[in-house]
């Protein structure tokens, strides 16, 4: 078993022991190609919501810094990162995931680029739009829910919606208005999923 396969494993547990988890969409997720998944971001547990009911393995870019512990930065590639000079347009991590993608892996994205305080969706990064653009890669919109905050045994809810084809979202990595209207739509997706399942969830149906 993989190091990835193994961490997985335990993610599934530790988070059906902690939470009250439900997932919706489901059916949504592709198996059969690579893609984007693009998320709102509440807590440092996000990642393990959004991977656990995943087939396809999930890839995400961090900070360059935090692979330069070899121990954690073993840990990290260990669990499908690779690094990413942030605040600079790094060439080689947008191509190091389109490789990813065009093999069949999941490349997951926060949209905001930051975690939100009050668990409501904020306003969109362009990253999401900028690599999908590179690399013609869809994106799965998705919406990780909590009704108040997360604690022992609280509900979250993942949403997984449908998949937005990328020419969509005419994306011209080289006209900034383009990027800004593509992540404005994308997130629309995500905000729409949030707003629908957490008066579901305020609701008593989750």
Do not use: W
């Not at 489901?26 to 998944?37: C, R, S, V």
């Not at 605040?87 to 069949?104: H, L, P």
């Not at 997130?187 to 305020?202: K, P, V």
């Amino acid at each position: 078993m993989s190091f990835y396969m193994f961490a997985k494993t335990i993610s599934h547990f530790f988070v059906n022991v902690v939470y009250r988890m439900r997932y919706e969409g489901l059916e949504n997720i592709p198996e059969d190609q690579g893609f984007i998944m693009a998320s709102n971001h509440i807590s440092m547990f996000d990642p393990l919501f959004l991977a656990v009911k995943l087939k396809p393995q999930i890839h995400f870019m961090a900070k360059m810094e935090l692979f330069k512990n070899p121990v954690f930065g073993r840990a990290l590639k260990g669990l499908n990162a690779f690094p990413v000079d942030r605040g600079k347009g790094d060439g080689a991590a947008i191509k190091e995931a389109g490789r990813r993608i065009n093999g069949g892996g999941v490349l997951g994205m926060f949209i905001e680029g930051t975690r939100s305080n009050d668990g409501m969706p904020k306003r969109a990064r362009s990253g999401v739009a900028m690599i999908a653009g590179e690399t013609g890669a869809d994106i799965l919109p998705c919406a990780i829910i909590y009704p108040g905050k997360a604690q022992f045994r609280g509900k979250v809810t993942v949403c997984y919606g449908k998949l937005i084809k990328n020419e969509r979202l005419n994306i011209d990595v080289q006209t900034p208005s383009t990027l800004r209207n593509a992540s404005k739509s994308i997130m629309g997706d995500i905000r729409e999923l949030y707003l629908r399942f957490n008066e579901a969830c305020e609701g008593g149906s989750a």
